[in-house]
């Protein structure tokens, strides 16, 4: 969704949506870290996201995909 839709960055969005976000993406790197790191095309994914979160001045994205990297 955010690959295909490059306007979310500047939408604006329902409240809360990049708290919620941020809970779950870090939810989802904690329980599947080695995973995550180990292929590939996950990891792009997840770094997708994560991207996003930092361009919208989340400092937990940025936390996130310095751990990830």
Same mark, same amino acid.
């Given at each position: 969704?955010?690959?295909?839709?490059?306007d =979310?960055?500047?939408k604006k969005?329902?409240?809360?949506?990049?708290?919620?976000i941020?809970?779950l993406?870090?939810? =989802?790197?904690?329980k599947?870290?080695?995973k995550?790191k180990?292929?590939?095309?996950?990891k792009g994914k997840?770094?997708?996201?994560?991207? =996003?979160l930092?361009?919208?001045?989340?400092?937990?994205?940025?936390?996130?995909?310095?751990?990830?990297?």
């Amino acid at each position: 969704m955010l690959e295909n839709n490059p306007d =979310f960055l500047s939408k604006k969005l329902e409240t809360n949506t990049i708290y919620y976000i941020e809970k779950l993406v870090r939810r =989802f790197i904690y329980k599947n870290r080695e995973k995550i790191k180990r292929t590939k095309v996950l990891k792009g994914k997840v770094i997708i996201i994560l991207d =996003f979160l930092i361009q919208r001045g989340s400092t937990i994205g940025y936390m996130l995909r310095e751990h990830v990297v």
